[in-house]
């Protein structure tokens, strides 16, 4: 099997696919602060599911393969994404907590708000991650990684 893949290309449709998600995930927040609506909850597990699988393998691996080549050259941006990484993993439990909690009792009220609040921040941190990684560590990539490198990345990564 061939690695030819662009891996900042594959990161970046990835990061695309998240926005989605994370799209519906607020709008699912803005109806839920409304009262509990079953569609609206069909939508925060769909984005339960989709953090539990696709963002925590993206996440690993721009961890396992990416971060560490791009090292040899910077080391902020990375330090600075991982830091991310475990904030968003933090607020995802808590999340994941409160999805459990809401699900046991749709009745609830307090674990509703608690939810659309945690739905808001999970949105608004992970918005800013992406951006930050599609405009400012990416570009650093292509600045600074070889066409090798590049392919060792996308080797990793598969």
Known sequence: MKHARDPIAEFMK????????????SAAAKSLADGFSRNAFKHVLEGLAYMNEEVREHNKKEEDALFPILERYVEGPTKLMRDEHKILYAQFVK?????LKVKANP?????IQRLVTL???IVKIFVNHIH???YILFPLVQRFL??????????KMH
């Open 146 to 155: 070889t066409k090798e490198e590049l392919r060792e990345v996308a080797k």
């Open 14 to 25: 990835e990061h695309e696919d998240a926005v989605k998600h994370l799209h519906l995930l």
């Open 95 to 99: 999340f994941e907590e409160t999805v």
């Open 119 to 121: 739905s808001r921040a």
């Open 107 to 111: 009745d609830d009220a307090k674990m």
């Open 132 to 134: 930050k990684e599609n």
